[in-house]
């Protein structure tokens, strides 16, 4: 199609840029940012990712794509590690499941970040439900061999998805990303309070960080941490922004 191949242009001539959206903690101090990639295309402006990643899962395109914003994170993690007022943070890179599944996924995010000198540690891996929906064993050995070395995985809008409670305990995770679309009418909706509560008592129960996406009000946030929730994310703390915009948010005297 015209997408494809202006896509494939665009990827070659760099048109492809990765906005940063704030993540806090439940004192609103910022602990980190979830990568989100944008393309600046050259007729037609900014474009979001909504309307081109899928094309890039059906052409193959989002493996060069996921490498650009791979290795843009690992450039950025490498800046925030030289200062002391930045080097806690971590960045969340979204996984698509073609991406995770390629032969070389492990060595490729490992040799990424050695060449950047970013610490594993602050990279946080998001993997979707139906991801996981592929091979379960394999899903759990590339995992485990990402988080010998440091890197860190997230199960991103969870509770869309199919996945059963014994995967959630078998696989190596460190965080799960309550879906906005549950944070949303989280106030006037009792099933989705029962729902945010049931993750929250859940991911207590297994030992996982929660981070509620799509929070953008303080009603939101009040219901969320009277039930235990410690991470945010949603325009309430900051839009997906340049990442000059963040470092601005962080020290305004810079
Ligand atoms: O940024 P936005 O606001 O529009 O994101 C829309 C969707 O695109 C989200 O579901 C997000 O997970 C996905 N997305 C954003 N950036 C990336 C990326 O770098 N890789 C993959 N695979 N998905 C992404
Ligand atoms: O699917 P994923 O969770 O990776 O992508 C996050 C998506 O949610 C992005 O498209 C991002 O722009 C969007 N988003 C982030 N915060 C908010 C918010 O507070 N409200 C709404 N409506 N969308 C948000
Ligand atoms: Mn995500
Ligand atoms: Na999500």
Redesign the pocket.
């Known amino acids: 199609s015209n997408l494809e191949a202006d896509l494939r242009q665009g990827l070659a001539r760099n048109e492809l840029l990765v906005h940063y959206q704030p993540v806090v903690d439940h004192q609103a101090r910022l602990v980190g940012a ?1 990568a989100l990639v944008r393309w600046r295309h050259p007729q037609r402006g900014m474009i979001s990712p909504g309307d081109f990643i899928p094309l890039a899962e059906q052409t193959g395109l989002i493996l060069p794509l996921g490498q650009t914003v791979l290795e843009t994170a690992c450039r950025q993690l490498q800046r925030w590690g030289q200062d002391a007022a930045t080097a806690h943070l971590s960045i ?1 890179v ?1 996984v698509s499941a073609r991406q995770f599944r390629q032969p070389g996924f492990v060595a490729e995010v490992l040799d990424t970040l050695k060449a950047h000198r970013a610490e594993p540690q602050r990279l946080k891996l ?1 993997l979707t439900e139906s991801l996981l929906l592929g091979d379960i064993e394999d899903t759990i050995v590339r995992m485990e061999q990402l988080k010998a070395q440091g890197v860190g995985f997230a199960l ?2 969870f509770g869309t998805g199919y996945s059963s409670l014994s995967y959630l305990k078998r696989l190596p995770l460190d965080q799960i ?1 309550i879906d906005q679309s549950f944070v949303r009418d989280v106030l006037s909706d009792p099933n989705d309070a029962a729902i945010v509560r049931t993750i929250l008592a859940l991911a207590k129960s297994l030992d996982l960080q929660v981070v509620a996406e799509g929070v953008e009000t303080t009603g939101q946030l009040g219901f969320l941490r009277l039930h235990g929730c410690e991470g945010f994310q949603g325009y309430l703390f900051g839009r997906p922004v340049p990442v000059e915009e963040l470092d601005a948010m962080l020290d305004p005297t810079r």
């Open positions: 979830e969340s979204n998001e991103d809008d990303k």
